[in-house]
T-cell receptor
Framework: DTEVTQTPKHLVMGMTNKKSLKCEQH?????MYWYKQKAKKPPELMFV???????INESVPSRFSPECPNSSLLNLHLHALQPEDSALYLC??????????????FGEGSRLTVL | GQSLEQPSEVTAVEGAIVQINCTYQ??????LSWYQQHDGGAPTFLSY????GLEETGRFSSFLSRSDSYGYLLLQELQMKDSASYFC???????????FGSGTKLNVKP
């Protein structure tokens, strides 16, 4: 199984809502990532988890809260978002350290619209 | 911080060869990857260079020069399906971080 699965594929939420994005992989990868991508822009790194611990937070606003419950799952909890947070949210995974071949395995993304 | 520069758009005809350049300024550089992304889709991995030189994978080749902080992706025998955005990405600090370049939109015309 070489897939990264993200749910939901589409999400529309109001600025006062709380929602979560979910990501799952069964490749045994111990590094997992959240990226944000706006239209016609590159993916922008948000968070990195390594061995289920948050290793990198790219100064992301606290209205985005990541969680890694186990080695296969990654969540992104959303609360009090702004319309400018509307974007494609991509989850990715990779082997860590010497097992890495420079490849990030991406899910299909969750397209978020904030009204 | 880091910066990765790519041309914003390239146009070529079917069957031609096109080169997409990437120059970078980073610290903790480990290697350079290339990704393809079709409109509405997720990035898919094409190639990775850890060492200087050329890596060939079918119609795609990628080159890295660490001393020049420069790499390129070479696409041969272009097909219409190659129309997409192409991103270079640097792997940093023992692969803890991957940062993407600004992206190049490739338009392949008949």
């Amino acid at each position: 199984d070489t897939e990264v699965t993200q749910t939901p594929k589409h999400l529309v939420m109001g600025m006062t809502n709380k929602k979560s994005l979910k990501c799952e992989q069964h490749m045994g990868h111990r590094a997992m990532y959240w990226y944000k991508q706006k239209a016609k822009k590159p993916p922008e790194l948000m968070f990195v988890y390594s061995y289920e611990k948050l290793s990198i937070n790219e100064s992301v606003p606290s209205r985005f809260s990541p969680e890694c419950p186990n080695s296969s799952l990654l969540n992104l909890h959303l609360h009090a978002l702004q319309p400018e947070d509307s974007a494609l949210y991509l989850c990715a995974s990779s082997p860590t350290g010497g097992g890495n071949t420079g490849e990030l395995f991406f899910g299909e993304g969750s397209r978020l619209t904030v009204l | 911080g880091q910066s990765l520069e790519q041309p914003s758009e390239v146009t070529a005809v079917e069957g031609a060869i096109v080169q997409i350049n990437c120059t970078y300024q980073t610290s903790g550089f480990y290697g350079l990857s290339w990704y393809q992304q079709h409109d509405g889709g997720a990035p898919t991995f094409l190639s990775y260079n850890a060492l200087d030189g050329l890596e060939e994978t079918g119609r795609f080749s990628s080159f890295l020069s660490r001393s020049d902080s420069y790499g390129y992706l070479l696409l041969q025998e272009l097909q219409m399906k190659d129309s997409a955005s192409y991103f270079c990405a640097v792997a940093l600090y023992n692969f803890n971080k991957f940062y993407f370049g600004s992206g190049t939109k490739l338009n392949v015309k008949p």
